[in-house]
């Protein structure tokens, strides 16, 4: 009896003691050789995945160079800029000289003014082909820079123009009068448009400041003109981007100035002059 009880506790005893000790009765570890799948894939085969000398060198060079261009590219943009800043001043001028056009000052007076900085758009324009040139075939990647302000030259050239003739810029004509090359330094076209739509948005308060001035031809005039250039612009095939955002706008100028127009016919202020104003058209034609 006692024998037995002796036997059962020394089993429980060794039990316990190999549960605490685990690691007493675990397999011996193998230890890898050097020439083992698993030495080579921690590195043992050495240049395949540590990068050697020539590759970190040919990689720098690379840098390196992108460095070089980054800084020229730069050095570049900031040169375009700056003379995109002296044309924005220009034509800041310009329109100031063109807003008296709105006071009911004489035409030949108010354009003579705003004239005297074509000169210098003409010279400024001509020092950004001189920059682009140092980048050929890269008209627009800096085009960006200096958009903008050509579609506001573009938009007051062509409001000068009508004043004079009656009649609307075309492309060729804002290139010529900005000494512009087509085939090196040319007007976008897209600009060319957008400078148009932004002339339209003028019109209207033209309109309406040359009706309160006593002329009542005035409205019919800016109709016939606006009413062919917008059905002109339907020709194209915009896209639902900038240029068609203002495009769109041009029908509401169109309105304006429909309403203008209507309300001086129906008054019957203008039964003389437009009489005397379709005669005229119908000569020119």
């Not at 004043?163 to 810029?169: D, H, I, K, N, V």
């Not at 290139?175 to 090359?181: A, Q």
Request: hydrophobic letters at 35%.
């Amino acid at each position: 009896m006692k024998s037995a009880f002796r036997s059962a506790i020394s089993t429980t005893l060794a039990f316990s003691f190999r549960s605490l000790n685990p690691t007493r009765h675990r397999p011996p570890l193998t230890l890898l050789s050097k020439h083992s799948p698993l030495t080579s894939m921690a590195g043992g085969e050495s240049g395949t995945h540590v990068p050697s000398l020539a590759t970190f060198q040919s990689l720098e060079k690379q840098f390196e160079e992108f460095r070089h261009q980054l800084e020229d590219s730069g050095s570049l943009r900031e040169r375009i800029r700056s003379v995109a800043l002296e044309i924005e001043s220009a034509t800041r001028l310009m329109h100031s000289s063109l807003l008296l056009i709105h006071q009911s000052r004489p035409v030949p007076e108010v354009l003579e003014t705003a004239k005297r900085q074509i000169g210098l758009m003409r010279e400024l324009f001509s020092r950004l082909a001189e920059i682009t040139r140092e980048c050929p075939g890269q008209y627009y990647r800096y085009h960006g820079d200096w958009k903008s302000e050509t579609q506001t030259v573009v938009s007051l050239l062509a409001f000068m123009h009508w004043l004079e003739t009656g009649s609307l810029l075309l492309h060729t004509e804002a290139e010529e009068k900005l000494g512009l090359n087509p085939d090196e330094f040319g007007l976008d076209i897209e600009d060319y448009l957008i400078g148009i739509c932004f002339m339209s948005n003028d019109l209207p308060r033209y309109v309406v400041n040359q009706v309160t001035a006593g002329d009542y031809d005035c409205p019919r005039k800016v109709l016939k003109f606006l009413t062919d250039l917008h059905a002109a612009f339907r020709m194209l095939n915009l896209r639902n981007d900038f240029l068609r955002k203002k495009f769109d706008g041009m029908k509401y100028d169109l309105r304006r100035v429909e309403e203008v127009y209507y309300d001086v016919k129906i008054r019957g202020l203008a039964a003389n002059g437009e009489k005397t104003g379709e005669q005229n058209d119908q000569a020119q034609s």
